[in-house]
């Protein structure tokens, strides 16, 4: 299952047990990928972009839940003077309004989700070609994934996502 994971791992551990030269030339260091996207100028871009949208659809959704709103009142109020098949009718078209408001809103919160998914995914993939730069740069062994459910502990002092923040923003200038 974990399969890489493990084997850089075990490398790590029993080059420390070994106390082979390798394990002394040993560079380790992890990036903390979610904060790196959340925080450099590109992620703080893309959630300002998203932000927009996600106001911009709340206020469609106050607007259309008005416009559903005012015409259930005026059918409550009209619906006693109605005869039973125009009482009918004018159900029917405010069941089917209130579903093609539902579903305008599921889709709208998809397109959302998925153009920030999107965003997300090509700064994490800009992102790995800074992480590669800096590694080859400044000798590291391993550079690692602070969330991957493989690391159990890793001190702070090996954590390098501000200075992959810094060269992702300077490579983008």
Do not use: H
Not at 24 to 51: H, P, S
């Amino acid at each position: 299952m974990y399969g890489k994971k493990w084997l850089i791992v075990l490398g790590i551990v029993l080059g420390g047990w070994l106390g082979s030269a390798w394990a002394t030339d040993l560079k380790v260091a992890y990036v903390d990928i979610q904060r790196a996207v959340n925080e450099c100028n590109a992620g703080k871009d893309a959630k300002k972009t998203i932000t927009k949208e996600v106001e911009k659809f709340q206020r469609q959704i106050a607007d259309k839940q008005k416009e559903l709103q005012t015409m259930k009142e005026s059918l409550e109020k009209q619906a006693p003077m109605l005869t039973p098949d125009a009482r009918a009718t004018r159900e029917k078209d405010y069941q089917g309004k209130l579903r093609e408001f539902q579903r305008w809103g599921e889709d709208t919160q998809n397109e959302i989700n998925q153009k920030r998914m999107e965003l997300e995914r090509n700064i994490s993939i800009a992102l790995q070609k800074v992480i590669q730069k800096v590694g080859a740069d400044d000798g590291y062994s391993f550079i690692l994934e602070k969330n991957e459910s493989i690391v159990l502990y890793i001190s702070k002092a090996l954590d390098i996502t501000d200075r992959v923040i810094k060269a992702y923003d300077a490579q983008k200038k």
